[in-house]
């Protein structure tokens, strides 16, 4: 097990396999440990910063779905099973996605599950309990799903507003609350859905990964089955921002930790074919909010590239310069340690890469 005697950068991914953990002070010299729920499918993995547990939504075809928690880096774990109430008739197909709440809810988490819904803890983990509100959505009847099913797989909290939260569902859109999940209200106005007779409806749109700034004036930004999209008044509405882009397909979206302008892309050729455009595998990046691109290749391979990258495969660190990160489904993870401009081959023998997410541990 690694030594976190001083302040260290920790790199969590979720594979197919199981959870790996790797450590830096430097972002240079990693040290790798794990792999932890060994052959589980680790949909997402977090580090909370709030008490420096590590979560990860384990999912197994027959064992089950369980919430994994470890409050001592990995060294041991307590498994906590994630269920619909029997009296709903649901059953539980995957984790996709957790979430910690606000600073100011210290034991508040959210976890994102197939078949679309929200589950919420207010202790901890310690017992969880389906929003119901969203389950019983008067439009759900008309939900489909995508091609890895009908998922819950973002959650958004606004910390510029209590009450105000997100999610994003596929193949049904954004929906919002402004009353902590009493109400639940489609937001996708603006976004785009070329598989429908109706381009843009009220819901139905496929997006693949929903992120927000931080700051006074957050910003949502959403890399969509149909394009990359920003929205500066909460989801009200939605503005394209594809144009620069080689692809309006991809899943994996990441925003600087302290440029709320700053988001990173890596656009996928399109739903039939989901490798990188030409080959060429590269990342981009907009220092503008997406009104311009820039490919960032230096140090990624630039012929042959048939590799995917999953909608939870990108992330950032809160360091200075930003180091970003991404995992892809042939077990690579690439690192940028000056914000993208030029990047290296961190590990390269993992089983597929499901989730990238990073933490700082200063103990």
């Known amino acids: 097990m690694m030594s976190l005697s001083k302040k260290r950068i920790l790199l969590l991914a979720g594979t197919k396999k199981g959870l790996f953990l790797f450590s830096s002070t430097n972002r240079r010299r990693w040290e790798r440990s794990g792999p932890f729920q060994a052959g589980r499918e680790i949909n997402h993995a977090i580090y909370d910063a709030r008490d420096g547990r590590i979560w990860a939504a384990a999912n197994d075809s027959w064992f089950g779905c369980e919430l994994a928690c470890s409050a001592d880096l990995g060294k041991t774990w307590h498994n906590t099973p994630l269920k619909f109430p029997g009296p709903s008739g649901m059953k539980l197909d995957r984790i996709w996605h957790i979430e910690p709440g606000r600073a100011g809810e210290p034991r508040v988490l959210y976890a994102g599950v197939a078949p679309a819904a929200l589950f919420r803890t207010e202790d901890g983990g310690q017992s969880w309990n389906e929003v119901v509100t969203l389950t019983k959505h008067p439009t759900r009847e008309r939900w489909h799903p995508g091609a890895g099913g009908l998922c819950l797989h ?3 909290v606004d910390n510029s507003r209590a009450q105000r939260l997100f999610v994003g569902i596929s193949a049904v859109g954004v929906f919002r609350t402004e009353d902590d999940g009493a109400s639940w209200h489609p937001a996708n106005q603006g976004t785009r859905a070329e598989f429908l007779p109706e381009k843009y409806p009220e819901f139905g749109q496929c997006v693949h990964k929903l992120l927000m700034s931080d700051g006074e004036s957050p910003v949502l930004f959403q890399q969509n089955h149909c394009g990359v999209y920003r929205s500066a008044d909460a989801g009200k509405s939605w503005r394209e921002i594809s144009a620069g882009l080689p692809s309006d397909f991809g899943f994996p979206l990441a925003i600087h930790p302290r440029q709320p302008g700053t988001i990173y892309v890596l656009p996928l ?4 074919f989901r490798c990188p455009p030409d080959g060429r595998l590269r990342v981009f ?8 691109w820039q490919a960032l290749a230096d140090g990624l391979p630039q012929e042959n590239v048939y590799a995917g990258i999953y909608r939870e495969g990108m992330a950032t660190d809160t360091q ?4 970003i990160y991404f995992g892809t489904n042939t077990g690579k993870i690439f690192s940028s340690a000056d914000e993208g401009d030029t990047w290296r081959l961190l590990a390269d023998d993992l089983p597929p890469v499901y989730s990238v997410a990073t933490g700082i541990v200063s103990r």
Not at 269 to 272: H, I, L
């Open 154 to 156: 973002s959650i958004v």
């Open 269 to 272: 050729k399109g739903a039939e």
């Open 285 to 292: 990046r907009s220092r503008d909010a997406g009104e311009t």
């Open 320 to 323: 200075d310069p930003a180091g």
